[in-house]
């Protein structure tokens, strides 16, 4: 298995764009989630899909952030706009639904908005 | 905010040397786990130890959990160079459904020096 795959690598943009981070979950786990990764806070949850479905975005910081998953290979998190306090790096990871215990993360993004 | 704290924020050994770091929390868990984190990349999962387990093995890994003291220490016997890396602990809430809800500290650099 490939594991949980994530793109891009590197992302650096300027304040006030949008950015679209993607993820694809290993092949039929059915939770997802996105975290997020900084010095100051550490590793923060986001949001949580469970079959495709939105279940806990309590960790999603503003209105600036937004995830979708529209199929069970596929998400996306979106910052739009982009400010440079979103500079972090962000992991998607999944984990079968009947175990999510156990968390398998993807290599994260590293976004760098200037 | 912070559930696990590691303690310490850094260790140096030499290889072939035991490596202990512990982990604190502040409220009751379902489960704790430990994660490795290798610089630039994704965290991968090590062991889970659940509320009513003391102890763990897993190869070289040995963890405890003393719920009493809210504490969990993470062994790593005879290591190497190749377990240089951040190691972080991760809580799951006690409460129902919520087991998803990982909770992590900010981590213990490890440096094993061959």
């Known amino acids: 298995d490939a594991g949980v795959i994530q793109s891009p690598r590197h992302e650096v943009t300027e304040m006030g764009q949008e950015v679209t981070l993607r993820c694809k979950p290993i092949?039929?786990?059915?939770?997802l989630f996105w975290y997020r990764q900084t010095m100051m806070r550490g590793l923060e949850l986001l949001i949580y899909?469970?079959?495709?479905?939105?279940?806990?975005d309590s960790g999603m910081p503003e209105d600036r952030f937004s995830a979708k998953m529209p199929n069970a290979s596929f998400s996306t998190l979106k910052i739009q706009p982009s400010e440079p306090r979103d500079s972090a790096v962000y992991f998607c990871a999944s984990s079968w639904v009947a175990d999510t215990d156990t968390q398998y993360f993807g290599p994260g993004t590293r976004l760098t908005v200037l | 905010s912070q559930q696990g704290e590691e303690d310490p924020q850094a260790l140096s050994i030499q290889e072939g040397e035991n490596a202990t770091m512990n982990c604190s929390y502040k409220t009751s868990i379902n489960n704790l786990q430990w994660y490795r984190q290798n610089s630039g990349r994704g965290l991968v999962h090590l062991i889970l130890?659940?509320?009513?387990?003391r102890e763990k093995h897993s190869g070289r890994l040995r963890v405890t959990l003393d719920t009493s003291k809210k504490s969990s220490s993470l062994l790593i016997t005879a290591s190497r160079a190749a377990d240089t890396a951040s190691y972080f602990c991760a809580t799951a809430p006690y409460s129902g459904g919520s087991n998803y809800k990982l909770t992590f500290g900010k981590g213990t650099l490890l440096t094993v020096n061959p």
């Open positions: 899909f469970n079959n495709n479905v939105p279940i806990d």
């Open positions: 092949s039929g786990h059915n939770s």
């Open positions: 130890i659940r509320s009513n387990e």
